[in-house]
């Protein structure tokens, strides 16, 4: 079995959500994590994962959502959030994001600290965005880690999600207490194949993201769920490894860092 850890199913027709499940099941992915973004895409996350055994969720506001209007009243929200089903299990998506359009950083900051304190409270392992405009470079990610640092994130640990960075991130936030997060990049990012090398297995996990993709007119080219096994398959292949050690590992992993709840169908 394989584990999407991050996803945006909540974006999705709703109609379409048990197809998209079908097909991960076809593809031998057991469990999806979806984040939710806004405190409204944060709800209908969690009822996707009410609704749905394979679903698992987050709840947080995303860096790109985050606006002046942001009051306590929202934060209280999410925490109410975070209670109201056992399916959440995570505090995402949260984090920091430095591309040129971004919402102002000192109020993404303020707005990402304020998430991480509240998983340290709820102990949600936390899964987190860090985007710059350069791949493969350390540059504002070390922002992003200090954050983390300085508000002793590592209490809970979680992820850094959609990984495109450099060598030297990925070896901070794994020594921060990070798990890193491959997705579809890895296919089509030469440099990231030096990285996996680098990164031993029992730090590595799988992601999606995958959020409707419009602009591609032909449907099933969209990303979902399914296309975990893509991924893994590429890891196996850089790491000149089997597919079934790339599923058993990664999947340790998840449930390392989630108290074995994922355990049962390994
Ligand atoms: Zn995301």
């Not at 207490?177 to 990231?192: D, N, T, W, Y």
Request: proline share 4%; with cysteine.
């Amino acid at each position: 079995m394989l584990i999407d850890c991050h996803s945006h199913l909540a974006n999705f027709n709703e109609n379409e959500i048990s197809e998209i499940i079908s097909r991960a099941k076809k593809s031998g992915i057991s469990y999806i994590f979806s984040a939710g973004t806004d405190i409204k895409n944060s709800e209908k996350t969690i009822y996707l994962a009410n609704s749905n055994d394979e679903i698992y969720c987050g709840v947080g506001i995303h860096p790109n959502r985050v606006t002046n209007d942001i009051k306590d009243n929202d934060f209280y929200k999410l925490e109410q959030l975070a209670q109201s089903s056992d399916k959440v299990i995570t505090m995402s998506e949260t984090g920091m994001d430095y591309m040129p359009n971004a919402p102002e950083r000192k109020k993404q900051e303020e707005v990402f600290v304020v998430q991480i304190t509240l998983a340290k409270k709820l102990k949600l392992p936390i899964i987190w965005h860090s985007q710059i405009p350069e791949i493969n470079s350390f540059g504002n990610h070390k922002n992003t880690l200090d954050i983390l640092n300085h508000e002793h994130a590592d209490t809970v640990g979680g992820i850094m999600h959609y990984f495109q960075a450099d060598y030297t991130t990925a070896k901070k936030a794994i020594e921060n207490g990070f798990l890193i997060s491959f997705a579809k990049p890895l296919l089509r990012q030469k440099h990231q194949k030096e990285i996996v090398e680098k990164i031993p297995l029992e730090h590595i996990v799988l992601e999606t993201d995958s959020s409707p993709q419009p602009w591609k007119k032909n449907r099933s080219l969209w990303t979902e769920p399914k296309d975990i096994l893509l991924i893994a398959k590429k890891i196996a292949q850089i790491k000149n490894i089997s597919l079934e050690t790339v599923m058993n590992a990664t999947n340790d992993n998840i449930n390392q860092l989630f108290d074995n709840k994922f355990k049962k169908a390994n």
